[in-house]
């Protein structure tokens, strides 16, 4: 009977989980069904299905830890949602906005009202005006129902031409109504940033961010601002390669650039977008005085913002995306503290060593999806047309440099690693054994031990 028991519990367990689960979904799938009213005549069956996917998305974004569960965010961004719908207290219960894990700048609203704001697009904007329009654009789109017109369109165009095998022409025409939707969308979030109290010329500049990925850092000469950190006597960051590559590049670019267009975007081109909502401020009667409007940055705004750059910083190392680490890190507009930069600089820069050592840059290149424009190209071009093992020498006298200065756990430990994968196991165990005489209860003990351990095994 008692060997029995600890299978049982397991089923148990893992019966209370899935019912868990399942009770989890069934509840977001009531939630969505009962915030959506679908259009009359809406396909009964489309209509279960879509229900069905939206709770699954957000059931996911739960399960999968994607929404940063910090209560002052989660108020403040509400908020700022009851400001701009104090008019329509009907929407205003529906509405409900999460900021999610992801280092790009996107946001996202379902049919039932929620909306994702991707701390990406958050810790890039200025003011809270800016973020005021973001989340009145997501709200358009629930208000007008965009994602339910869309689908009913691209049904109708397939039923009237059933008999065609157009799909390129069908697909551009479902195109021309997304736009049409962006613009409509825009024009509504202007209205109700206005209503609010916003500043509006200052809550349309939030679309700058989204016009090029180079808009969401601060343009800086890679480089010269890593040579600025890591550069000592023992080794010089030599980009003569990288320079040569880039000069070849930039040509290539250029072609690209001229060939840009909205033609077959989902979204009109950002430059339009800004043209039309200035052309739509002229109707308006403003203020003439940016101080006339009600509503000012929130106090709080910016330490909350930092707060937001901690955590997208601490989710760009646990993914493994160091090449945004270090982009974040380097960036002036994010103060961080100099131990923070200093850490997160050795431990990404020794990462990528070792991937290229095991020759796993295209691995490593694949984690790192986010795009940070030409700044990001830049680094790579100049991590990967290094050499290995001047890449080495190059964070072995980073690391010697940091321990030299402060010997904090955390410099000490990659000051051993760096040692090890320059020089080789024999002084790098006099350094993990010097960790430990340092820093006897720190995090690193384990790690030390073990690393003296497989050494006296060898």
């Given at each position: 009977m008692n060997k029995k028991t600890p299978l049982s519990i397991l089923f148990y367990l893992f019966g209370a989980f899935f019912?868990?689960?399942?009770?989890?979904?069934?509840?977001?799938?009531?939630?969505?069904?009962?915030?959506?009213?679908?259009?009359?005549?809406?396909?009964?069956?489309?209509?279960?299905e879509i229900i069905t996917s939206v709770a699954l998305e957000k059931y996911n974004l739960i399960k999968k830890g994607r929404i940063i569960a910090d209560k002052n965010w989660e108020i403040y961004l509400n908020a700022i949602a009851g400001k701009l719908l104090q008019n329509d207290p009907v929407l205003k219960q529906k509405i409900k906005i999460w900021c999610v894990k992801d280092l790009s700048a996107n946001a996202l609203s379902y049919i039932d009202g929620s909306i994702f704001l991707n701390q990406g697009l958050i810790i890039h904007l200025k003011t809270e005006a800016e973020l005021a329009f973001i989340i009145a654009h997501e709200i358009a789109h629930v208000m007008k129902q965009h994602?339910?017109?869309?689908?009913?369109?691209?049904?109708?165009?397939?039923?009237?031409?059933?008999?065609?095998?157009?799909?390129?022409?069908?697909?551009?025409r479902n195109?021309?109504?997304?736009?049409?939707?962006?613009?409509?969308?825009?024009?509504?979030?202007?209205?109700?940033?206005?209503q609010a109290g916003y500043q509006p010329n200052t809550a349309i500049q939030a679309l700058n961010i989204l016009n090029s990925d180079s808009s969401l850092f601060a343009r800086i000469q890679v480089a010269q601002a890593l040579g600025n950190e890591i550069n000592n006597s023992l080794a010089q960051l030599d980009t003569s390669e990288w320079i040569k590559v880039k000069?070849?590049?930039?040509?290539?670019?250029l072609k690209i650039e001229l060939s840009n267009t909205d033609q077959f975007s989902t979204h009109p081109d950002v430059a339009k977008r800004i043209i039309s909502l200035n052309e739509q401020l002229k109707v308006y009667e403003l203020p003439e005085k940016t101080q006339n409007f009600l509503i000012k940055d929130s106090d709080s705004y910016g330490k909350m913002q930092q707060h937001l750059a901690k955590l997208a910083l601490d989710a760009?190392?646990?993914?493994?995306?160091y090449q945004v680490a270090i982009m974040l890190v380097l960036t002036n507009k994010f103060k961080f503290e100099q131990e923070t930069r200093k850490n997160t600089l050795i431990k990404s820069l020794y990462f990528i060593a070792?991937?290229?050592?095991?020759?796993?840059?295209?691995?490593?290149?694949?984690?790192?999806?986010?795009?940070?424009?030409?700044?990001?190209?830049?680094?790579?071009?100049?991590?990967?047309?290094?050499?290995?093992?001047?890449f080495k020498k190059l964070i072995y006298g980073y690391a010697k440099k940091l321990v030299e200065q402060e010997q904090n756990e955390e410099s000490y430990f990659y000051y051993a690693l760096c040692n090890e994968a320059f020089l080789g196991k024999q002084t790098s165990i006099i350094i993990f054994q010097n960790l430990l005489n340092k820093f006897p209860?720190?995090?690193?003990?384990?790690?030390?031990k073990q690393k003296l351990a497989y050494n006296d095994k060898k």
């Open positions: 019912l868990n689960a399942f009770a989890q979904q069934i509840n977001h799938y009531n939630e969505v069904k009962s915030n959506v009213n679908f259009p009359q005549g809406f396909d009964e069956i489309k209509s279960k994602a339910l017109k869309e689908i009913e369109l691209q049904n109708k165009i397939t039923k009237a031409e059933i008999n065609t095998d157009d799909h390129i022409g069908r697909s551009y195109l021309i109504h997304s736009k049409e939707n962006e613009y409509e969308a825009d024009g509504i979030a202007l209205q109700l940033t206005i000069k070849r590049d930039e040509k290539t670019s760009a190392l646990d993914d493994y995306e070792q991937s290229k050592e095991n020759k796993y840059d295209e691995e490593l290149l694949g984690k790192c999806s986010i795009g940070i424009d030409s700044n990001m190209l830049d680094l790579n071009k100049i991590i990967y047309s290094y050499d290995t093992d001047k209860n720190g995090k690193y003990v384990l790690t030390a």
